[in-house]
């Protein structure tokens, strides 16, 4: 149980578009979902807390009108980068706080994006 | 503000040998400290927290409050213990319970 998917894997897009990754929670209900960016061979570095029905909270010096996060059901939280641009290109990763407890958080696989 | 270090990058041990990845935290209230494990082309996952004080596929981990350490351990390593580990703190309610996670270790178990 407790397991999260993301959609896409990966995405390739061009400079100046927008894309939306999707986070699912498969089997459970996460009333709060996280996102994360890692670059190559570094940590992962939260970008954005998403509570179910209201407005994301923002890590300093994350773009709040960039990175476009909405979690309108207990399942899925959405997160659209918006006028992408090569330095956008990572890997993103979300995860859902889990049924146990309120500190079980369950990985997602992760969104490799490479803007081109 | 809530910090992990992990200060080596790369451990690598053979087979049968002991295994000791440093973690070191920084937080003003109680926390709470995990180990997350993400093995080759696999998502990340929870190895073990310092609450359960439990020892999950050999692996165990002491919160020292006075050293302000976590360190995970392995008295005799495997070859499937391969992988990248991260330490990571999860602070107050208040802040959201958000995870911080350490730069990670990279074990390498040689046969």
């Known amino acids: 149980g407790a397991v999260v998917s993301q959609h896409p894997s990966w995405v390739i897009c061009k400079s100046g578009t927008s894309v939306k990754i999707e986070c699912r929670s498969l089997?459970?209900?996460?009333?709060?979902m996280f996102w994360y960016r890692q670059f190559p061979k570094q940590s992962l570095m939260l970008m954005a807390t998403s509570n179910e029905g209201s407005k994301a909270t923002y890590e300093q010096g994350v773009e709040k009108d960039k990175f476009l996060i909405n979690h309108a059901s207990l399942t899925l939280s959405t997160l659209t980068v918006t006028s992408a641009h090569p330095e956008d290109s990572s890997f993103y990763i979300c995860?859902?706080?889990?049924?146990?407890?309120?500190?079980?958080?369950?990985f997602g696989p992760g969104t490799r994006l490479t803007v081109t | 503000a809530q910090r992990v270090t992990q200060p080596e990058k790369l451990l690598s041990v053979f087979k049968g040998a002991p295994v000791e990845l440093k973690c070191n935290y920084s937080y003003s209230g109680s926390p709470e400290l995990f180990w997350y494990v993400q093995y080759s082309r696999q998502r990340l996952q929870l190895l073990l927290r310092h609450i359960s004080r439990e020892s999950i596929k050999g692996f165990t981990a002491d919160l020292n409050k006075g050293e302000t350490s976590f360190h995970l351990k392995k008295p005799f390593a495997q070859e499937e213990d391969s992988a990248m580990y991260y330490c990571?703190?999860?602070?107050?309610?208040?802040?959201?319970?958000?995870?911080?996670f350490g730069g990670g270790t990279r074990v390498l178990v040689k046969p």
């Open positions: 995860s859902a706080r889990g049924p146990l407890g309120i500190y079980e958080q369950y």
């Open positions: 990571a703190l999860s602070g107050s309610k208040a802040a959201g319970n958000k995870l911080t």
């Open positions: 089997d459970f209900q996460a009333t709060t």
